[in-house]
Nanobody, 120 residues
Framework: QVQVVESGGGLVQPGGSLTLSCTAS????????MAWYRQAPGKERELVAQITSIGDTNYADFVKGRFTISKNIAENTVNLQMNSLKPEDTAVYSC??????????????WGQGTQVTVSS
């Protein structure tokens, strides 16, 4: 089974920055989509940002201009740079790797999640 592991979470003050990393046990080149999701207490899980195998990116409206998703294929890693953090950004952030072929999703892997807490 493919292993997807997140790291970099922690406690930061409002306005601060934090970088999350997602590392897969096999080349991320084999995944069509790598994405970050988050789930805050009492709320549904939501998409934060995603990046495709060719580098196309997409962001949720609530993080545009503040978060940046990027990848390092050689290190099998996808990063999420988070700036100008707000208390409402507090959530468990999870990494998702999707394998697609011929317009169909063949595999779907999730990491265990990493806690991000924004508080003064």
């Amino acid at each position: 089974q493919v292993q997807v592991v997140e790291s970099g979470g922690g406690l930061v003050q409002p306005g601060g920055s934090l970088t999350l990393s997602c590392t897969a046990s096999r080349s991320i080149f084999s995944f069509y989509i790598m994405a970050w999701y988050r789930q805050a207490p009492g709320k549904e899980r939501e998409l934060v940002a995603q990046i495709t195998s060719i580098g196309d990116t997409n962001y949720a409206d609530f993080v545009k201009g503040r978060f940046t998703i990027s990848k390092n294929i050689a290190e099998n890693t996808v990063n999420l740079q988070m700036n100008s953090l707000k208390p409402e950004d507090t959530a468990v952030y999870s990494c998702r790797a999707e394998s697609w072929q011929l317009g169909r999703r063949l595999a779907d892997y999730w990491g265990q999640g990493t806690q991000v807490t924004v508080s003064s």
